[in-house]
């Protein structure tokens, strides 16, 4: 990526290639199917082997395997990108990434966590608390408000939604560009917000491309599990580049200004 493009994207915008980014996807996928499917299977049995440990074993889940197998699948994508096949081997890379991950991860957890506050304050306390108070007395009236706590929850968690797409592109900048943590998460919430409903709508897509996957049981949700990765990465590759990955500091300074 030459000097300024991060830059001059978030000043000029950028074209979103909604098709073209399933279709290289897809294309990834099936050509190195064999390698995703494994690794999908690995991560699965990774993490409801880590569920079952009390306490630690989910916080190491969400803190440390989660996130390192994550960028696993960013480093199996560009490896199958760059030289037409990938090996298992590449999907671990992150674990030796960890003390740029880890950060990442919990940053993310804190700016969600505040995000979520409103929610939890107003519909989890609160307004469920006075519906059920209403219940007692006017059950009739109370079940008629119901509908407007459910409107109002879904509106206070668009909050923290907001924030857990804006930063699809956090992890890549911290592993390709070299990005500290909060940089990256800055950078992605930037370029993400210029077309936000278009990442949706991509994440929407590789998400029921993925789900077709359980209907056709497991051999079908390993091979699909991983669209909605490979689509991030598919879309990361052509908005943002790899090209020249140690980005100068002033580039970096002047994107989270």
């Keep these: 990526m030459e000097n300024g493009k991060i830059s001059r994207l978030l000043e000029d915008g950028y074209d979103f290639k909604f098709g073209d980014y399933i279709s290289k996807a897809w294309k990834l996928l099936t050509a190195n199917a064999g390698t995703f499917i494994v690794f999908v299977l690995i991560t699965g049995v990774v993490s409801i082997v880590a569920q079952i440990i009390p306490i630690i074993g989910p916080l190491a889940s969400s803190i440390v395997l989660t996130p390192a197998l994550s960028a696993g699948y960013w480093y199996l ?41 409103p929610f939890i304050a107003v519909v989890g306390a609160a307004g469920i608390y006075s519906w059920y108070q209403d219940a007692q007395i006017n059950p009739t009236m109370a079940y008629q408000s119901f509908p407007v706590i459910g409107l ?89 580049g790899f090209d020249n990955e ?5 580039e970096i300074d002047h994107l989270i200004a």
């Design 246 to 250: 140690d980005e100068e500091d002033d």
């Design 77 to 117: 994508a560009r490896e199958a990108d760059q030289e037409g096949h990938t090996e298992l081997g590449t999907g671990f890379r992150g674990f030796s990434e960890l003390g740029r991950i880890i950060p990442v991860v919990l940053l993310k957890t804190v700016v969600l966590l505040v995000a979520a506050i």
């Design 152 to 240: 109002i929850g879904f509106l206070l968690l668009l909050i923290p939604f907001y924030f857990m797409v804006s930063y699809l592109f956090a992890l890549p900048l911290v592993l390709f560009k070299n990005m500290g943590a909060w940089e990256a998460m800055e950078a992605s919430r930037k370029i993400v917000n210029k077309k936000w409903f278009a990442f949706l709508g991509l994440l929407f897509v590789a998400g029921f491309i993925a789900g077709l996957g359980v209907l056709l049981l497991v051999i079908g949700l390993l091979f699909t599990v991983s669209m909605s990765s490979l689509s991030m990465y598919a879309a990361y590759e052509d908005i943002v």
